[in-house]
């Protein structure tokens, strides 16, 4: 009998690099600053889209953007503790709006 034939493809588990990601960047005191996001878990995570076209459907048009690969990515959020990194993330949560401040109550006067 012979043996059965093995694909080399990865386990789905395996972690291997995205390419040259689409990173969203906020600016910072010196220079741009990967923005960091939180999963469903409330987890740490960086953010990489494959094409400029995924990241301004999620993000918006006017989010800013670098290209990182991959490796260079984790290597840059490493030392915050960050190790997970999301690729094209399909929803994100909408910018919160801005809250009135309450109107004050009136104070009730006891007799």
Known sequence: MSEPLQDDDPEPSDRFPAGPLYV???PGPSGCAARLFRTPLGDRTAVGFTSAHRLTATLGPDQ??????ETALRALTAPLGVTAVTVDPLFSAPAPAPVEPAAPVPALRTV
């Open 64 to 69: 800013a953007w670098i290209r990182l690969a």
């Open 24 to 26: 969203p960047v906020r």
